[in-house]
């Protein structure tokens, strides 16, 4: 018995060090750089969500297939490519891509570019929606298949609000906010829009559907009346959309690949896919040099405390985000900062806590603040260091406001027939209680206290903008602004993605035009032996709830940053509703 129970452990010991063994020869295997032909065709095929952080690199292959590029990565592949002389094509072949309209810009602005080398760029669409059929009008050629349908039908906004379902089961959210623009909780306590949020979405689908019809009139060579009287027609079927012009041919995926291959001249068409190109670096191309700079990422809810990010699931952490910060600002090799941001705000203090750690960085370094998707309330709070802000087009920022909520539970307590006692020493313990609804004087405790951050608020944006008190806060009240919306109004200095970002910290660090950069990203990717390591079963089973809560959520089309990471109680800079425009 015993000589059997050693041999049982030395079987699993032998066996952990096989799979150990296994882990690491895949992790070198996949760290070599493939062989990249001459006269090649890059494919990049772009599917689902694309983030500003890269996610943990997994080493198995069947699982670094899924994972996605990130708005950074799908940037730099198309500059490498533009710049290689084996690669003498693209094939573009976007499906179910998840991304906002600003990062949509990013990317669509990238493939541009890499059509300005004089390669030809043919794009193949599969179910196609609008998010996919704006990236494809920067292809040379579109093409579809014979029976597919293109979902593409113009935009829409939708607001959800559940003060009915919440009266029925007897839960109250009690709210105190400043600017009559600021709706983030109009979802919880009111049954439909306000006037205000009906005046801002509105604004926001006219420049967002005015954009899209002048971009698809420009690459389609139509009037914008010829394009918006076609839009009112979709959606359409494939020989529908080649009727009005849409897409230039009805093919299968081969058939695409065999237009490219006589486009080219070649008897054999060299396929090299986008998961393979990334893995060369940008040095061997020389597009890089000595001289770095630091591009630091933040993508999520702002929330306080400290944390290791797992490919941006945990948001905007003060501590964790401050630190990344210092340690660019400390680093004497960097030469100057790019701050990304893609946040809808949050907590109010912890958002406080990122701006000072900003500030201090500017005063080490040359900083341009470059805007994604999303910058508002907070977001933009932790941007308005002084430095150069640069968005998009259509990024959201603005939304200076505050907004503070409780939820008030004691109807649902009665109806479940519970009963909660309080006890207390002083007036306004129970302000925070969700046992029993806010008291006279505890909501004017509340309501000064929303009110001086809001002063705060906008005292600090005049001061990064440069600019008086005054002039801020007429555009302030909450409101949410589009980039080019914001930029009008002085909210932020150019419209622009990372290669214009790239040009100001230029300017601002002294930095000649011929001169090389390299990029050095922070937060950097992960493995998944660090991760494997470094993170506690706690921190592991906490990351696969916020996960789960997020499915949940965009299942249900619920405010995902409200309910899986940011707290519905307490002083939030938040950005109003989950506003996604399909």
């Not at 096989?18 to 882990?23: E, G, M, Q």
């Not at 994972?67 to 179910?96: C, H, M, N």
């Not at 916020?546 to 959520?553: E, L, Q």
């Not at 990471?565 to 989950?578: F, H, V, W």
Request: with cysteine; net charge positive.
């Amino acid at each position: 018995m015993k000589k059997f129970l050693i041999g049982l452990v030395a079987g699993f010991l032998l066996a952990g060090l096989a799979c150990l063994i296994t882990v690491f020869a895949m992790l070198r295997f996949s760290e070599r750089q493939p062989s990249i032909p001459g006269q090649a065709t890059l494919i990049l095929g772009l599917e689902g969500q694309v983030p500003e952080i890269a996610p943990v690199e997994m080493p198995f292959p069947f699982l670094r297939s899924r994972t996605p590029l990130t708005v950074y990565e799908t940037w730099d592949l198309l500059r490498k490519a533009a710049a290689d002389s084996r690669i003498k094509a693209l094939v573009f072949q976007p499906r179910g891509v998840g991304a906002g309209w600003a990062k949509l810009d990013q990317i669509r602005s990238s493939l541009l570019a890499f059509k300005k080398s004089g390669k030809p760029v043919y794009a193949f669409l599969r179910n196609p929606g609008m998010r996919e059929y704006y990236l494809a009008t920067a292809a040379d050629r579109i093409f579809l298949t014979r029976e597919d349908l293109m979902d593409v039908k113009g935009l829409r906004a939708e607001v959800t609000h559940y003060r009915r379902g919440l009266d029925k089961i007897g839960v109250q959210m009690e709210v105190e906010y400043a600017g009559k623009y600021k709706d983030a909780s109009d979802a919880f306590v009111r049954t439909s829009m306000t006037p205000e949020t009906r005046e801002v979405l509105n604004a926001v689908l006219d420049q967002l559907y005015t954009h899209l019809v002048e971009v698809i009139a420009s690459s389609r060579k139509r009037t914008p009346e010829q394009v918006r009287a076609a839009l009112d027609q979709g959606p359409f079927l494939a020989h529908e959309a080649k009727r009005l012009g849409l897409v230039d041919e009805l093919l299968f995926e081969n058939q695409v690949l065999d237009e490219m291959k006589k486009r080219l001249g070649q008897g054999e068409l060299k396929k090299v896919s986008h998961r393979d190109y990334a893995k060369i670096p940008a040095i061997s191309l020389g597009l890089e040099g000595r001289t770095r700079i630091a591009l630091v990422t933040g993508e999520g809810p702002i929330t306080r405390g400290d944390g290791d990010s797992l490919g941006g699931d945990e948001g905007i952490r003060s501590a964790a985000f401050s630190r990344l910060l210092r340690e660019a600002g400390e680093d004497s090799e960097i030469k100057g900062v790019i701050v990304r941001v893609n946040s809808p705000g949050g907590d109010a203090i912890a958002s406080d806590e990122i701006l000072h750690e900003m500030r201090r960085l500017s005063e080490r370094k040359p900083t341009v603040i470059s805007m994604s998707d999303l910058a508002a309330s907070g977001g933009y709070f932790i941007s308005v260091s002084g430095d150069p802000i640069l968005a998009h087009a259509n990024t959201f920022t603005g939304s200076i406001g505050v907004v503070y909520g409780k939820l008030n539970l004691s109807n649902l307590y009665e109806k479940l027939g519970f009963n909660t006692e309080i006890l207390k020493r002083g007036k306004n313990a129970d302000i925070d209680t969700a046992s029993a609804p806010l008291s006279d004087t505890g909501r004017k405790k509340l309501r000064e206290g929303v009110d001086f951050v809001y002063r705060s608020f906008v005292d600090r944006v005049a001061e990064g903008r440069r600019k008086k008190a005054s002039e801020i806060e007429p555009l302030a009240q909450g409101r949410l602004w589009t980039g080019a919306q914001a930029h009008r109004h002085g909210l932020v200095d150019e419209i622009g993605g990372l290669d214009e970002a790239l040009e100001t910290l230029r300017k601002k660090a002294m930095i000649g035009s011929e001169e090389k950069l390299r990029i050095v990203r922070y937060p950097r990717k992960r493995s998944f032996l660090e991760l494997l390591f470094s993170e506690s079963e706690v921190s592991l089973r906490e990351a696969g709830l916020r996960w789960k809560m997020r499915a949940i959520s965009e299942k249900l089309h619920l405010p995902t940053a409200g309910i899986s990471q940011i707290p519905l109680e307490g002083m939030l800079r938040i950005a109003p509703y989950t506003l996604r425009v399909e």
